[in-house]
């Protein structure tokens, strides 16, 4: 799709989610001019089919695509409440703490069931139990995909995809951000319903959301689904948010600048209030990062970070001792195996991701010297 078209898609989307969110019907003029096919392409590449599925149906718009998008977004968002809820039953049993994170809880606080998409569920626990946690989802049925140093990543058919967190962010992305987020262990609440479980303030709460979501701005981008939970929790926590809180803990880390420009985003897109072409040129990036980010967005991020291509390349040949100890911990541990993880890194490139090297060198050696 050409990326006029794939624009013009994206604020048809960007539309209809806020007609759904706010209980607003589309005009019927302008859903008359949206390519419905066009626009599960631009939708999916968001993970925001189902909340214009609905949309679409309270315009009387019957697309069975659509339908099947909002009905398997229902289906998962019940399967994984089910499998957290088993989960979270084993953890009380063994007396291990734990708090759903993300889309766990910002889905509840969107109008409709299935509306906000989710992918997996993740949730911060207690580092100290990390043994138990690996046997327990043996237990459940999990098969263990990976792990970096702070996450333990498992998967179960048909839909399942867990991430237990023993920290929030990862050093090796976000610097001294990730030092910020250390104490929030210290910094739960109970819940009043179980004996194990707890939450964060919503101060808190948006706090490592704004914080998560930098994580993939900086890196490949993210895309409207970000402002899209932006917005529904300002709608959603109201006056009861103590701003000034947020603003010196952003302050403190560097991001109050960051949070201020995609909260006015979020308001002016979800409130259908006109855009600024400053705004516009903001949006852009999130309209072509999609939900996870792009390559070429995590490539040109990257090498503007660097001093020119040598820099850039001495870096991913090379990388900062936190790569290792976030992704290759035991080499971190014991230095004399860095070359052993040096080596792994290379084939791994020569192999399964050759042809995303090629695109990279690519990108280096013309796209970012036009």
Known sequence: MEKNDFRK???DMIYLAACAVNGKVPKAERVADMSLDDLLYVCKKHSMTAVCAYALESAGIKNDQFKQEKEKAIRKNILLDAERSRLFSRFEEEGIWYIPLKGAILKDWYPALGMRQMSDNDIYFDMSRRDDSRRIMKELGFTFKGHSELVDEYIKEPVYNFELHCELLIKHIVGDIADAFLDMKERKIKDTD????????????????????????????????SLLDEYIFWRHAGDSVDMELIN????????????KRERALAIKLFTMNPLSPEDKKELDYYIFSGTYGSFEHDVKNGYNKSYGTASYILRRI???????????NWAYRHKWLLPVAWCIRTVRYLTNKREKMKLELNMLFHNNKQ
């Not at 939450?199 to 890196?219: R, T």
């Not at 090379?318 to 290759?328: I, N, R, V």
């Open 9 to 11: 898609n994206a604020y």
């Open 194 to 225: 179980n004996s194990f479980g707890y939450h964060f303030s919503n101060e808190d709460f948006y706090a490592y959301m704004i914080a998560h979501e930098y994580k993939h701005y900086i890196k490949g981008g993210t895309g409207v689904r």
């Open 248 to 259: 010196d803990r952003l302050t403190s880390i560097g991001l109050a600048d960051h949070e």
């Open 318 to 328: 090379f990388p900062p001792m936190s790569m290792y100890k976030a992704y290759f």
